[in-house]
């Protein structure tokens, strides 16, 4: 038997009145429910989805596509009836990729598939030729010895396997993400991964690194899976040396912006629930489950909202964030700007998981609004979404506002074919399953109309969650 939320064992032992208890009214769970159908036969995100993907393609933060996807957004927002849209200035180191390629030169010659990483600076003229000093994870690469790295290329080679909450991402993402930096400080050459992916097509993944202010840097990639085993093989047979050329690295400053639309709530529209994806993407594919998914979903579970006869109670707000890929930019300049406002962020999520189904709702609320959450697991539960027993933090670009106290739900996708084509040129629309997609839509349609009309908060506060996670 399901253990009683504290909430309610709260106020049954009179520690808790009734109006601290945060409800959903009855005629609000009628409508949810009537909006979640809707959207299961709603193709409103796999046409904004196709028309994103088609008409503005890859969208590498700061390039070529950069303010066509923000035109895109505004244009979309404003179609779609959004009462409100804006964009918030999003500024950011520019990064170009040009040219990049590997091979092996000795003592069997054969070409790499490779991609550069997101702020790894070019290779000298010629490039970089150099032995191959390989590990198998980054804690083997953070007791290595300097005497054995410097001069060298490094390569590290650490497989993730897939599961249904992509925990594996946890082994690839530091390694592509801090490993650099270790192999810089170690006086490596160079810095080559496995890429950080599930999948055995010859498509590396590409990512971002992250150098430390004032430390070395060194041209650092990713070689596809199949050509990590082939560096693997040649290793076993004796030293190995590998030729890594890369044009790329950082042209100064660019400033981007946060895309905002907004339904106006009828009664308290200073206060709003939250959701939206990233516009940016990497620039191998055109994007489509990181995160064009996330950006149409939110558009249209907000537009089904607004096309009601009544407008719901309190706002709900749309955001296609800037440059999550790179470092959260988007994410941190909607937080510092809109600070001061926490308390009225009632609720948030952001799609940033793929389009595939979601099966789990994790929370970071307050305990008197557990009842609230119960009812939208009612309404969520015949989609077939589960209830996650860690807390929530909202999502990559919502973390730095839940950080600074707003309450948060984490929506799991199905990661199992996720990071076959997460960051790879394999990134494109016919991997979205159109029924999965509208799925999500119709989980965050219900549960943002719920929150929207909801009877009491979530414990949106100033410093209110700040100790609180995600439990992917």
């Not at 091979?103 to 070409?111: E, G, K």
Request: net charge negative; glycine share 10%.
């Amino acid at each position: 038997m399901r253990a009683l939320p504290c909430a309610l064992i709260a106020l049954l032992t009179g520690s808790v009145s009734a109006a601290e208890i945060t409800t959903i009214p009855d005629a609000a769970v009628k409508q949810a429910i009537a909006l979640r159908d809707q959207a299961l036969k709603d193709g409103q995100a796999y046409a904004l989805l196709e028309s994103l993907t088609t008409e503005v393609g890859p969208r590498l933060a700061g390039g070529v596509n950069d303010e066509k996807a923000r035109n895109w957004a505004i244009a979309q927002f404003k179609q779609l009836g959004f009462d409100k849209v804006w964009s918030e200035p999003v500024t950011f180191p520019k990064w170009v990729r040009r040219s990049e390629s590997a091979s092996l030169v000795a003592p069997f010659p054969q070409p790499l598939a490779v991609t550069a990483l997101g702020y790894s600076p070019a290779t000298p003229k010629g490039g970089v030729t150099a032995p191959i000093v390989m590990f198998n994870s980054l804690d083997a690469l953070k007791a290595a010895k300097r005497d054995d790295v410097k001069g060298k290329i490094v390569f590290v080679s650490a497989r993730m396997k897939p599961h249904r909450d992509g925990h594996d991402y946890g082994i690839g993402s530091p390694i592509r993400s801090r490993g650099p930096a270790i192999a810089a400080e170690l006086g490596a050459a160079a810095y080559v991964l496995r890429s950080a992916g599930t999948d055995s097509h010859r498509l590396p993944h590409t990512g971002v690194t992250q150098w430390k202010e004032g430390g070395p840097r060194i041209p650092a990639a990713a070689v596809s899976n199949p050509d990590a085993d082939l560096i693997e093989a040649a290793l076993r047979r004796g030293s190995v040396q590998l030729k890594l050329q890369l044009d790329c690295g950082i042209e100064g400053d660019y400033t981007g912006a946060n895309v905002i639309g907004e339904i106006t709530g009828s009664e308290k529209p200073d206060e709003v629930v939250i959701m939206g994806g990233h516009l940016d993407s990497w620039d191998l594919g055109t994007g489509a489950i990181d995160d064009g998914a996330g950006v149409s979903i939110g558009m249209a579970a907000g537009a089904l909202i607004g096309h009601l006869p009544q407008a719901p109670r309190r706002s709900i707000r749309v955001v296609a964030f800037a440059n999550e890929e790179a470092g959260l930019y988007g994410g941190k300049a909607y937080a510092a700007a809109h600070k001061q406002e926490v308390s009225k962020h009632v609720l948030g999520s952001e799609s940033d998981f793929g389009s595939d189904r979601i099966w789990r709702l994790s929370a970071s609320v307050k305990p008197e609004s557990l009842p609230a959450i119960d009812k939208m697991m009612q309404v969520l539960a015949p989609l077939g979404v589960e209830r996650g027993m860690g807390a929530g933090n909202g999502g990559p670009d919502l973390s730095p506002i839940h950080a600074e106290g707003m309450a948060a739900l984490s929506l799991t996708n199905d990661g199992t074919r996720y990071f076959d084509y997460h960051h790879t040129a394999d990134d494109t629309l016919d991997k979205v399953d159109p029924e999965q997609l509208a799925q999500n839509v119709a989980v965050y349609v219900s549960w943002a109309y719920m929150a929207a009309q909801a009877d009491g908060d979530f414990g949106s506060a100033p410093g209110a969650f700040k100790q609180n996670g995600d439990d992917d």
